[in-house]
């Protein structure tokens, strides 16, 4: 793929910095179901403050693509990449949030496991999208193309488990006394499954910066520079 090198390294760090957001929340997650409340926030105030720091970056890298990249169709591929990963981590961010305000351990145990489940699909998705990209920037269309499509199943498992979800909130919402925290368990788990729309979105752009890139010579550090 014709990138320059720090193009190429630095949307591989972006990734890898999505996919500890995402592994920092599952952490949180695990943290809670183990009572350990001290870790669980530690997870979540790490997984806010890397999207803090993710976004900074992005906005290196897209200086650095629109200084870099010649190509004003790959330049236009790689900073929607980039603002689909953004709106990503921002919906990561939203579920650490309410996970911040909810008082989890007293949610019912139905709904928690559609919550945990949903937590463990972002992870997945995070780490697919990870691999998908190395294959991307390594040539190997046929490992590149079994991730994406690894992602596309996460979205549709995660569609369904939202959907099921939500008819178990209006099952149980009578059990819960105080109303304002059945709106919040709603819209904590759209958050979750809205993190993997935008999943398949990236998913979906890695394959167009395939299809229009993969016969493409990589370019030389002399050839950047010029």
Request: glycine letters at 2%; charged letters at 35%.
């Given at each position: 793929?014709?990138?320059?090198?720090?193009?190429s390294?630095?949307?591989?760090?972006y990734?890898d910095m999505?996919e500890?957001?995402?592994?920092?929340?599952?952490?949180?997650?695990?943290?809670l179901?183990?009572?350990?409340?001290n870790?669980?926030?530690k997870?979540l105030?790490?997984?806010?403050?890397?999207?803090?720091?993710?976004?900074?970056?992005?906005?290196?890298?897209m200086a650095?693509?629109?200084?870099?990249?010649k190509d004003?169709?790959?330049?236009?591929?790689?900073?929607?990449?980039?603002?689909?990963?953004?709106?990503?981590?921002e919906w990561?961010?939203?579920?650490?949030?309410?996970?911040?305000?909810?008082?989890?351990?007293e949610?019912p145990?139905?709904?928690?496991?559609?919550?945990?489940?949903?937590?463990?699909?972002?992870?997945?998705?995070a780490?697919?999208?990870?691999?998908?990209?190395?294959?991307?920037?390594?040539?190997?269309?046929?490992?590149?193309?079994?991730?994406?499509?690894?992602?596309?199943?996460?979205?549709?498992?995660?569609?369904?488990?939202?959907?099921?979800?939500?008819?178990?909130?209006?099952?149980?919402g009578?059990?819960?006394?105080?109303?304002?925290l059945?709106v919040m368990?709603?819209?904590?788990?759209?958050?979750?499954?809205?993190?993997?729309d935008?999943?398949?979105?990236?998913?979906?752009?890695?394959?167009?910066?395939?299809?229009?890139?993969?016969?493409a010579?990589?370019?030389s550090?002399?050839?950047?520079?010029?």
């Amino acid at each position: 793929m014709g990138l320059p090198r720090s193009v190429s390294e630095g949307l591989l760090e972006y990734f890898d910095m999505i996919e500890s957001m995402a592994k920092s929340f599952k952490r949180a997650i695990n943290s809670l179901n183990d009572m350990d409340l001290n870790n669980a926030y530690k997870h979540l105030d790490k997984c806010i403050k890397l999207d803090t720091k993710a976004d900074a970056f992005r906005r290196e890298l897209m200086a650095k693509i629109a200084a870099e990249i010649k190509d004003d169709d790959l330049k236009e591929d790689l900073s929607k990449l980039l603002r689909m990963l953004d709106r990503m981590s921002e919906w990561i961010k939203e579920a650490s949030r309410y996970l911040d305000i909810i008082p989890y351990l007293e949610v019912p145990v139905e709904i928690r496991e559609k919550i945990e489940r949903l937590s463990y699909l972002d992870k997945r998705a995070a780490e697919e999208l990870s691999e998908a990209a190395k294959a991307l920037l390594e040539g190997d269309k046929k490992e590149m193309n079994r991730r994406v499509e690894e992602v596309e199943k996460i979205e549709e498992e995660a569609d369904e488990i939202n959907h099921v979800a939500k008819k178990t909130l209006v099952s149980l919402g009578y059990t819960m006394t105080n109303p304002a925290l059945v709106v919040m368990l709603r819209d904590f788990i759209e958050a979750l499954e809205t993190a993997t729309d935008y999943a398949e979105d990236v998913a979906d752009i890695i394959k167009i910066l395939s299809l229009r890139n993969m016969s493409a010579e990589p370019l030389s550090d002399h050839d950047v520079g010029e």
